[in-house]
């Protein structure tokens, strides 16, 4: 069973790496098993951006260990897996790509997944979404 866990944020509605930090341990001493951890540059409702330069940090420190064989090309048996990070960035990823934005992102590189949609901001069709994955062969290579 996969279990959703919404995280308090800080006074400018931003989650922050101790916060992340402290809820794995917490999850982990339940016995539970954290393995995914979904950020936003530019909620929706506030355009708060989620502190990636922390965060990212907290993501690989924290490890996964898959010790059964899978049929999944993402996790393909036995290993050793960081936490994956996505980063949403559908409503204002599209600023991105003015210099004066882009500190907003530091910390992407920790990213293993990010999509935003260009028709908010860009001018483009309404179902226009783009998302990069960083293992993308893991979606690709799929039949």
Known sequence: MVKLRILETDSKYRL??????????????????PFFVSTTLGTTS???FDVLS?????????????????????LPGNGT????LHVDAAYAGSAMICPEFRHLMN????????????????LVNFDC?????????SQLDKP
């Open 16 to 33: 922050r790496g101790e916060i992340l930090r402290n809820a794995i341990q917490e999850d982990r001493n339940l016995g539970l098993i």
């Open 46 to 48: 506030c355009c708060s």
């Open 54 to 74: 922390e965060i990212g940090p907290v993501c690989e420190e924290n490890e996964l260990v898959i010790t059964h064989v899978t049929t999944d090309a993402v």
């Open 81 to 84: 897996y960081r936490l994956w």
């Open 107 to 122: 910390g992407i590189e920790y990213a293993m997944s990010f999509n935003t949609n260009p028709n908010k901001w860009m």
């Open 129 to 137: 979404s783009t998302m990069w994955l960083v293992p993308r062969s």
